[in-house]
T-cell receptor, first 115, second 112 residues
Framework: GAGVSQSPSNKVTEKGKDVELRCDPI?????LYWYRQSLGQGLEFLIY????????KSGLPSDRFSAERTGGSVSTLTIQRTQQEDSAVYLC?????????????FGPGTRLTVL | QKEVEQNSGPLSVPEGAIASLNCTYS??????FFWYRQYSGKSPELIMF????GDKEDGRFTAQLNKASQYVSLLIRDSQPSDSATYLC????????????FGKGTHLIIQP
């Protein structure tokens, strides 16, 4: 039960197809985050889950992006009708929810390539 | 628009010297500040966090925070070739989501 795990590590898809990316957070971490990192760009916040509360979706770039978190643990990020500009590394992070800085620990990422 | 700015580099430092990495942020209400290291093709890994003005030391690393100037820095003493990486500054803003705002990173090269 080490760190955050993500699957697949790489995904190549054709433009217009839907993709699902999975994240399994660190055991006991109630907060889960999705980011994406495009080539030469910084990390861009997408969505945040905290326990059973409604997720903060303020970073999602379009309505083609959605995410779920089942049972307060595993999360799935879904991108519908993928576009070439969706090509990026999608990173998941998790943290505890107590007081203090709530350090986020990142998974290895999923590299998405849309042809 | 809450922004975090870093010099993209590359910053080249000789082995054994002190590497100084800087970051400024636009939101005066920012609460917590993080430095992550990212090797090429890898995910970010946490080096340090700081949320009080002043210095915080951890081994060869020192984080410095000046909220009045909206400035945070990372010093790496006795730089090693293995420190060569991209260093990301991240800021947690007061209120709102817990998502971090990241700078684009500074590419650090330690020359043997």
């Amino acid at each position: 039960g080490a760190g955050v795990s993500q699957s697949p590590s790489n995904k190549v898809t054709e433009k217009g197809k839907d993709v699902e990316l999975r994240c399994d957070p660190i055991s006991g971490h109630t907060a889960l985050y999705w980011y994406r990192q495009s080539l030469g760009q910084g990390l861009e916040f997408l969505i945040y889950f905290q326990g059973n509360s409604a997720p903060d979706k303020s970073g999602l770039p379009s309505d083609r992006f959605s995410a779920e978190r089942t049972g307060g643990s595993v999360s799935t990020l879904t991108i519908q009708r993928t576009q070439q500009e969706d090509s990026a590394v999608y990173l998941c992070a998790s943290s505890t929810s107590g007081t203090g800085p709530r350090t986020q620990y990142f998974g290895p990422g999923t590299r998405l390539t849309v042809l | 628009q809450k922004e975090v700015e870093q010099n993209s580099g590359p910053l080249s430092v000789p082995e054994g010297a002190i590497a100084s990495l800087n970051c400024t942020y636009s939101d005066r209400g920012s609460q917590s500040f993080f430095w992550y290291r990212q090797y090429s093709g890898k995910s970010p890994e946490l080096i340090m966090f700081i949320y009080s003005n002043g210095d915080k030391e951890d081994g060869r690393f020192t984080a410095q925070l000046n909220k009045a100037s909206q400035y945070v820095s990372l010093l790496i003493r006795d730089s090693q070739p293995s420190d060569s990486a991209t260093y990301l500054c991240a800021v947690k803003h007061r209120g709102g989501a817990d998502g971090l705002t990241f700078g684009k990173g500074t590419h650090l090269i330690i020359q043997p």
